[in-house]
């Protein structure tokens, strides 16, 4: 994954009334190992070479589960598609990466299976830095609405990575849907990484003066 400070050539710019101004973006640090207990699995397959047999997917505690045989479908025949692009895809916040277009495709036919498709690529991935910040920007450029209850617990899990770049991309998420909810997430938060600190008190300060007043009593 590449991540510019340029407008992407091919890139379509969103809608920057809705969208914060870029922060500090840097190159993936090294692979780690993920990390569990967010999610519980639900039977799926997978395109993807060196993924376990039967390709654990995960969905939130408690949620609907997508149908099985759509979710395997789709990880069959289009998920290297997907993981191409968000490894070799441009990235900026505020501009639409081929990553997204690709992926707004399956979630207009189907959102619930095509974001726990995303969570389960998240999942399988949360060791290569890579996928993960790409995974998380994609989300980012949605509603809330629209990546609810997954995107969250990814943006959660992200904040818990080793890697502070993905750890800023999970912020960046919550950043950006700009809900009570996110603020909510953001206050169960705290980052080792000073500057990492400071992002996130700066992001809940300003969701706390443009939601809260709003939610009052």
């Not at 025949?77 to 968000?86: I, R, S, Y």
Request: glycine fraction near 6%; charged fraction near 25%; include cysteine.
């Amino acid at each position: 994954m590449q991540i510019s400070t340029d407008r992407p050539s091919m890139a379509v710019e969103i809608d920057k009334s809705t969208t914060p101004e870029p922060r500090r973006q840097k190159r993936p640090s090294a692979a780690v190992v993920p990390q569990s207990g967010l999610y519980t699995t639900l039977p799926s397959g997978s395109a993807e070479p060196g993924a376990a047999d039967d390709s654990s997917a995960f969905s939130a505690v408690g949620t609907p589960e997508p149908s099985a045989d759509r979710l395997r479908a789709l990880r069959s025949e289009n998920e290297a598609a997907f993981l191409a692009h968000l490894r070799e895809g441009e990235f900026e916040y505020g501009f639409k990466s081929a990553a997204d277009t690709f992926f707004e495709r399956f979630l207009a036919e189907d959102s619930l299976v095509a974001v726990t498709w995303a969570s389960c690529i998240f999942h399988d991935h949360f060791g290569e830095p890579a996928v993960a910040m790409a995974i998380m920007q994609v989300l980012a450029h949605l509603r809330y609405e629209q990546v609810r209850p997954h995107g969250p617990l990814m943006a959660l899990a992200a904040t818990r990575h080793a890697s502070h770049e993905v750890q800023e991309c999970g912020i960046r998420a919550f950043e950006n849907w700009g809900d009570l909810a996110s603020l909510r997430f953001l206050e169960q938060t705290a980052f080792a990484e000073p500057w990492l600190q400071d992002y996130a008190d700066q992001v809940r300060t300003d969701l706390r003066a443009a939601i809260a007043p709003n939610h009052a009593g």
